[in-house]
């Protein structure tokens, strides 16, 4: 019997340590990351994004998503209901993208990214792996700071 307790509760405290430490790693999460669930998202697909250990399909699929669930935190504030919009929407894509003053060269690259995410296309994006990792670090960081100004959205 107390083998078998040790058995049971040995991994669940590997695995509570383990959680301890990536806590204390990471820090705590962003007040942002609290009141927005969907940049919260967006962090860990943007995480993901640059993890060199799964496949390119699945770091674009990360990218473009950690773009899009900033963009739709914008598009939010700008009176959109997300929840009423396909994914992805070139609507929601724009209105957040010009809320965000992005370049065109930005808009374009989400636009390239959404297509290719929409169409569940196994060739690459017409973006580099490396832009499209920065293009998601730009565009969440880009709201993360509109959406933290004091200022009314």
Known sequence: MEQAAFL???PAACALVGWLI????????????????????SSV????????RVSNLTRYRCAFEAIYFSLCEVA???????????????????VALDALDSKSED????????????DTNPTMPGVSMKDACKLAVRIHQKTVSLLSSPVTH
Do not use: Q, Y
């Open 76 to 94: 939010e504030t700008r009176g959109f209901v997300v929840e009423e919009k396909e994914h992805p929407s070139d609507e929601l894509m724009r």
């Open 45 to 52: 697909f943007l995480r993901d994004a640059h993890n060199d």
């Open 22 to 41: 990536g806590r204390l790693i990471r820090g705590p999460r962003p007040r942002i990351e609290l009141e927005r669930p969907r940049l919260a998202i």
């Open 107 to 118: 808009s374009t690259s989400v636009s390239l990214l959404a297509r290719w995410a929409a």
């Open 8 to 10: 049971l509760g040995f």
